[in-house]
Every structure is written in C-alpha cells, then in structure tokens.
C-alpha cells in the first residue's frame, strides 16, 4: 500500500489554526478504507480520480474540480473508489487535543 502526502502548509510554517496536504493514492485497489473521526473541520478537494464518501448517515459521490466537506467530530474515511488512482488536497482546521497533522513530513 503506498500513499504519498506532501504537507503544503503546516505548524513548520507557523500555522497554528490550518493545515494543507497533498495526498496522492497511486493504486486504490492496495488502500482499504479506515475510520476514524477527529475535533477538525476537513475538507478534501479532488484534481484527479473520483469517488463515494460515506460519513454522517450520507453517502457523497465527487470527481475532480468537487470538494467534500467533513464536519469537526464526524466519524469518516469510508471510502468506495471509483478509478485506479487519486489525487486530492485535504484543507483541515487544527483544534486543541489533535495531532497539530495528520500526515507526512510536517507529523513529528
């Protein structure tokens, strides 16, 4: 399983409030899906790849261009991929008790 985050902005930049990343998925089949829930507000902006986003009691279909918006304390990351690959970027808030990321190079 290979996914490739590339933090853009983060607490090395000095954001205390916002987080941004780039996550690349270059071989859907080899990522299965996990939950989990955070105190952040998330959203995910899609350049490449499509799929169906499960949280909240709904089900949300996107492709690129479409952003999908995660509620702060909503359970998540049910995902149905739809193509071989994906590529988005996640614009998350930063809240008190959460990791200041939740991925790559900028987590330490």
Request: proline share 7%; hydrophobic share 30%; net charge negative.
């Amino acid at each position: 399983m290979s996914i490739d985050y590339h933090s853009l902005i983060g607490h090395r930049d000095g954001a205390k409030k916002l987080h941004v990343h780039l996550t690349e998925i270059p071989d859907t089949a080899s990522h299965p899906p996990y939950q989990h829930e955070h105190k952040a507000e998330e959203a995910f902006y899609l350049l490449e790849g499509s799929a169906e986003y499960r949280f909240g009691g709904k089900t949300v279909a996107a492709g690129p261009g479409e952003v999908v918006f995660i509620p702060s304390g909503v359970r998540h990351a049910e995902i149905t991929y739809l193509t071989p690959s994906m590529k988005y970027l996640t614009i998350r808030t930063v809240e008190p008790g959460d990791e200041p990321c939740c991925c790559g190079e900028d987590r330490e």
